[in-house]
């Protein structure tokens, strides 16, 4: 101890400084922290306290207060970071039982009564200050509470540890190092009052830092801090100027935090928080939607019935009866799982049945089932090229694509959007022994319609491998897809697809060459290393081919019915344009997005707000997607209810 203050006294040429932050909105609390450091850290203290004021989960403050005073370097005593203990428990009373047992060990004899009176320190910024047998309170402000303040853990002074990351862990055991050494403290209990934060604990000079699981409920605002001694009145005083005026700093600290934290898990799960508090505040945060019903124009949510304009489930297959009947029927006969990789146990009957069904769907020669869209454009990707190919991608192609160009080590060259231009210029300046054209045929987020005659010509006249992504276009813009729609005999290498969509099953496919074929089942690795589509998925496929081939009624009805949505629209002033079920209605700015489509799910319409990344940022939209079973009048409702909602907040 003696000699780290000989330390600071040397270096007195530096100062040394206290910087306190607070933050609040109105008379709300938000965050608070407090940092001791030498005068050139200054800067560095100040830009974390700030990040950290702005990003906490309490909300964004109103204002931030920042105090930075001279400490003089004399007064500063140091003290060793109390030894931790770690108590597990399972409920919160049983966290608080084992208070209560170290309480009585330290001779206090009411330890539930001490307890019940955190009911009062839930809306106080310091502790309670209580005398341990008589449970007289000591506090000269006791809306306010006493605040232990001016103390740190020794490590920042020396080293710039980045320590904006709200650590409860670190300021709570500094702080209770700093309460165990003052004069007659006998204990302090602490509960956070952060919603989240469960773990507490209960501190001493003679018991360390006990840290305990758990002793609230997870949501629970309620938290507080008692600190108990022994004293008099004048000696409560003292304590109470020890408390709050002298400064402190505590090592060890880091020490006692990787004895407990192995060191990985903290940095990440603490990085992890940092992630998910920054995309909230951007509103950017997702959650999921439970839904208790069939994916159709009505769902059930909560109970209560919604008009859904958010699926993928076009042609209403999903729910269709005899496709259903058909999934019964296979697992009656082939059971659920499968048990096996395709190369191994796991292909049945029906995934040889529904191959050659798509192969002759799609023209090919043969077909390969994935188990989703998302692999077999992985798959096919990765597997296809190499890290001597080159790739050239349209800069709104999906993630799947994306993931699998760039599993693939080629190099990726990405043109712009849908412009053939850009990309014939591409083609002419990346020359390489292998090159690959690869694009969605309808575009996920904008439901735009790639130009494909164009496109397939420029593959065919630079020699190019060209994939088509057609998850969004088979049985939509036209029963096979877009050949079909474009009316034209030139077909990519391969074609992939999905089952989840049109076809309302699930899985995905490659129909290609049978050289390709074979390729790709001897080497994509999200084929081979995935337990095989149940039978069921490929006879639910199976039929729903079959109908789409008998009656394309379904598909006509769905384009009526994106016709009649966008003139709606359309009367009502909001431009829209599609000839895909993807109907984009671009509102900009991801707050305002999220305004309005919760206006509209309180109104009982699920359109969801598409954000960055899945869009650039500040392209946030509604992405309306229409099935063939929207009646006239549901989509008339809805347009005007989505037109009202978008005026409502301009
Ligand atoms: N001095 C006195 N009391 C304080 C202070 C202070 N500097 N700061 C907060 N309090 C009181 C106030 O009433 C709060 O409502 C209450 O304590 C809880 O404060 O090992 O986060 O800042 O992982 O919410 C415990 C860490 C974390 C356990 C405690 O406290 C662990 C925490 P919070
Ligand atoms: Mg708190």
Known sequence: MFLLRANFMSENSEKIFAVKM??????KHISGAERIVFEGSIPQTVKELLDRASLHENGSPEEIHLKIETINPKEIQTFQALPVKEEKVKTASEGLQKIGEILEQLGVSSPEKILELFKETYSMRGAMLLHADTLVRFEPDKERGVRATYMDSSESLTKTLPRS???HFIEALVLATKVANAPGIIAEICISDDPGYVTGYIAGKNIGYVRISKLKEFGSPLGGRIFLFRG??????SLIEFLERAPILVTQVEERFREIFPVLNTNVSESLSEKLSSLRKNHLLRSLLTIESPSMPKILVNQKSLLLFSSNNYLGFANEREIKEAAHKAIDNYGFGTGGSRLTTGTQTPHIELESKLAQFKGTEGALLFNSGYAANVG??????DSESIIFSDA?????????????RAKIVVYKHNDMDDLEKMILTHPAEKRFLVSDAVFSMDGDILRYPKWISLAQKYGLFSIVDEAHSTGVISVHGITEYFK???????????????????GGFAATSSLVKEYLLNSARSFIFSTALPAASSAAALAALRMLEQNDERVRRLKKNIRFFCSALGARE?????????????VKSEARALKISSKLLSEGIFIPAIRYPTVPKGAARLRASLMALHTEEELAYAAEKIAKACEAFP
């Open 22 to 27: 607070r933050a609040n909105s109105g008379k």
């Open 165 to 167: 990351k709200k650590n």
């Open 232 to 237: 008099n009145k004048e000696e409560a005083s």
């Open 380 to 385: 096919v990707l990765s597997s296809l090229a």
């Open 396 to 408: 709104l192609n999906h993630a799947s694509i994306i993931d699998g160009a760039r599993l693939s």
């Open 488 to 506: 034209t005999d030139k077909k990519p290498d391969v074609m992939i697809g999905t089952l989840s969509k049109a076809l309302g099953s699930e």
């Open 574 to 586: 909001l431009n829209v344009h599609s000839e895909s079920a993807i109907i984009p209605i671009e």
